[in-house]
């Protein structure tokens, strides 16, 4: 079974841009939530959608947003972006309504300059 | 909202010996407890778990320890190899979604 798939991998903006980041979960998985990672801070959450509805959402400003999609792909955009964001995005999909265990992707680094 | 330290940020340790790995949370609603495991440029993986009606559970090496009333919980991992070396990430979450929050991380070196 083919597990989640984030793209893209790597990607450079400038301050200001706004960039989406792309996550298909584990075929049959409604939930996904998305992380930020970043060096001194582990993984905070940002958002989990379940079945194209976001059940919660993590403590980022508005700039940050998702939504999913009828096949459970998510997708997470990043307004107007700051040197701050600069991290990697973790999507993970789940299998479970609640407490399950997370399968995450590779990740997309996002380096802001 | 939940708040989970972690300690400590780093650790080495021989090999053969053992290794543990603290985390305290804030909110007593929290009732599942999973660990995860992040090699070196690679995604992170669950290794174990508990949940709050359990106060201990062992797989192999890797044991975790859950005390609810002082809100702390621990990874022990005993004859450690250097293929335990990784990052490792204790989490904290409440039984409504799929919702964590997870510690800074412990590096955990095992030196050969």
């Known amino acids: 079974k083919a597990g989640v798939t984030q793209t893209p991998r790597y990607l450079i903006k400038t301050r200001g841009q706004q960039v989406t980041l792309s996550c298909s979960p584990i075929?049959?998985?409604?939930?996904v939530s998305w992380y930020q990672q970043t060096p001194g801070q582990g993984l905070q959450f940002l958002f989990e959608y379940f079945s194209e509805t976001q059940r919660n959402k993590g403590n980022f400003p508005g700039r940050f947003s998702g939504r999913q999609f009828s096949n459970s792909r998510s997708e997470m955009n990043v307004s107007t972006l700051e040197l701050g964001d600069s991290a990697l995005y973790l999507c993970?999909?789940?299998?479970?309504?609640?407490?399950?265990?997370?399968?995450f992707g590779e990740g997309s680094r996002l380096t802001v300059l | 909202g939940e708040n989970v330290e972690q300690h400590p940020s780093t650790l080495s340790v021989q090999e053969g010996d053992s290794a543990v790995i603290k985390c305290t949370y804030s909110?007593?609603?929290?009732?599942?407890f999973p660990w995860y495991k992040q090699e070196l440029g690679k995604r992170p993986q669950l290794i174990i778990d508990?949940?709050?009606?359990?106060g201990e559970k062992k797989d192999q090496r890797i044991a975790v320890t859950l005390n609810k009333t002082a809100k702390h919980f621990s990874l022990h991992i005993t004859e450690t190899q250097p293929e335990d070396s990784a990052v490792y990430f204790c989490?904290?979450?409440?039984?409504?979604?799929?919702?964590?929050?997870f510690g800074t991380g412990t590096s955990l070196t095992v030196i050969p």
């Open positions: 075929s049959g998985h409604r939930s």
């Open positions: 909110d007593s609603a929290s009732n599942y």
């Open positions: 993970a999909s789940t299998g479970t309504l609640n407490t399950g265990e997370l399968f």
């Open positions: 989490a904290a979450s409440i039984s409504t979604g799929n919702q964590f929050y």
């Open positions: 508990i949940r709050s009606n359990v």
